[in-house]
C-alpha cells in the first residue's frame, strides 16, 4: 500500500513546538536569539529569526508531521531569509555563520524530500542551495580542517546538483506546451548548472557557451594541459571560478612536473618567474618563489632553475585564494550570487 503524501502545515521557518523546546533545552543559535539576551542564563528566541534545525531519521513521528513541515513557499522564504540575511551577518566568524546556514538548509532539503515536493517548485528552492555550497567551497578554501571540511561541502554540493539535474530532466520530457517546462531564463539557469557540475568534477567528464567553457577546460584538465586550463578559469562566470580555481594546486604540481623534464637544465638554463606567475595564475612573485621552493627548485631574483631530480612530487602545495577572484567577490552581492534571480 502507497503512503500517503504528506503537505506541510507550518507557515513559519520554525515550527512553535521546536522553538519552544529549544529555547527551554537552550539550544538556540546565536543568531536565533533576541538581541541582548545571548548571554543570559536562558536566552529568548527571536522568532523571526529561529530557523528549523535538521532531525535526524530516527525522529520519524516529529519528521512526518505535517504541524512540523513547510510548505515549498515557505521553505523557499526560509532559503532566501538564510542567504539574504544571515549570509552577510558580520557578529561572528563567517565559518560559524557557514555552519548554521549549512544545517538549516539540510533541513528544507529533508522537508523537500518527505513532501515529496514537485521538481517545478524544487528547483527554485534547489538552485542557490547549490551555489551557497560552491560559494563556500572557495570562501572557506583556506580555514582548516576544524572549522571548515570540503570534503562534506562537495558532497552535498553534488548531492544537491545531481538532484536540480534530474528535476531538469523531468522538466524536459514534459510537452512543449507544457506550463511546468522550463522557461528561456530558467534554460539558461541549467546550462550554467550542467557547467558547474563539470567544473566541480574537472577531470571526470555543445550547446551554451558556459557549458562548452567548462567541458573545455574539464578537457584541459584531464589532457595537463595547464596553460588551457588557466586561460579558461578567467573566462567563467565567477561562480564556476570559486569551484574551479581549486584545482590549481594540482595543476601547478603537475605542471611543475612536466616544466621539470621538459626545462630540466643542467646548465643553469633560467625560465622567468613572471611568465610562470603568468602562465599559473599566481598572484604575484612571491607566491610563485614560495611555490617552487616548495616543489624543491631554486629560484634566482626573476628565474627558476627547474632540475628533473630536483621536483618532490609527493605532495601538493596548500590552496591560496586568487586575487583576481576576490577583488570580483568585493564587487558583487553574495545574496545576488548565490540567490541569482530569486532575491
Excluded at 519528521?63 to 549570509?87: A, F, G, S
Amino acid at each position: 500500500m502507497q503512503a500517503k503524501q504528506v503537505t506541510g502545515r507550518c507557515m513559519s521557518m520554525c515550527p512553535d513546538k521546536e522553538i519552544k523546546w529549544r529555547e527551554e533545552q537552550k539550544l538556540l543559535h546565536i543568531l536565533e536569539m533576541v538581541t541582548g539576551t545571548e548571554n543570559s542564563p536562558r536566552p529568548t528566541a527571536d522568532r523571526k529569526k529561529v530557523v528549523k534545525s535538521f532531525a535526524r531519521s530516527a525522529a520519524g513521528k516529529y519528521l512526518l508531521d505535517p504541524n512540523n513541515l513547510r510548505p515549498p513557499d515557505v521553505l523557499l522564504h526560509t532559503v532566501k531569509y538564510l542567504l539574504t540575511e544571515v549570509i552577510k551577518t558580520d557578529k561572528i566568524p563567517w565559518h560559524i555563520v557557514y555552519d548554521f546556514i549549512m544545517d538549516r538548509l539540510r533541513s528544507v532539503r529533508q522537508d523537500m524530500v518527505v513532501q515529496e515536493i514537485a521538481f517545478e517548485k524544487s528547483i527554485d528552492i534547489l538552485q542557490p542551495i547549490v551555489m551557497f555550497y560552491a560559494y563556500s567551497s572557495y570562501r572557506l578554501s583556506e580555514e582548516p580542517l576544524a572549522h571548515f571540511d570540503p570534503h562534506i561541502n562537495k558532497t552535498h554540493l553534488l548531492e544537491c546538483l545531481k538532484r536540480l539535474l534530474c528535476y531538469y530532466d523531468e522538466s524536459g520530457r514534459l510537452k512543449e506546451d507544457s506550463p511546468l517546462r522550463l522557461d528561456k531564463k530558467q534554460i539558461n539557469f541549467r546550462f550554467l548548472f550542467e557547467a558547474l557540475y563539470l567544473v566541480t568534477n574537472a577531470g571526470d567528464v555543445a550547446a551554451n557557451e558556459i557549458l562548452q567553457l567548462s567541458f573545455s577546460l574539464s578537457m584541459s584538465y584531464r589532457q595537463n594541459n595547464f596553460v588551457r586550463f588557466c586561460r579558461l578559469i578567467e573566462k567563467l562566470p565567477i561562480q564556476l571560478q570559486c569551484v574551479a580555481a581549486l584545482h590549481l594546486p594540482e595543476i601547478r604540481r603537475c605542471a611543475f612536473k612536466i616544466m621539470s623534464v621538459a626545462y630540466n637544465s643542467k646548465n643553469n638554463l633560467m625560465f622567468p618567474l613572471e611568465l610562470l606567475k603568468n602562465l599559473l595564475l599566481f598572484n604575484n612573485i612571491v607566491d610563485v618563489k614560495n611555490c617552487c621552493d616548495f616543489y624543491g627548485f631554486k629560484c634566482t631574483k626573476n628565474d627558476v632553475v627547474f632540475v628533473k631530480s630536483d621536483f618532490d612530487g609527493s605532495k601538493t602545495n596548500s590552496f591560496i585564494h586568487l586575487d583576481f577572484i576576490d577583488d570580483v567577490l568585493q564587487t558583487v552581492d553574495i545574496c545576488d550570487l548565490v540567490l541569482m534571480n530569486l532575491k
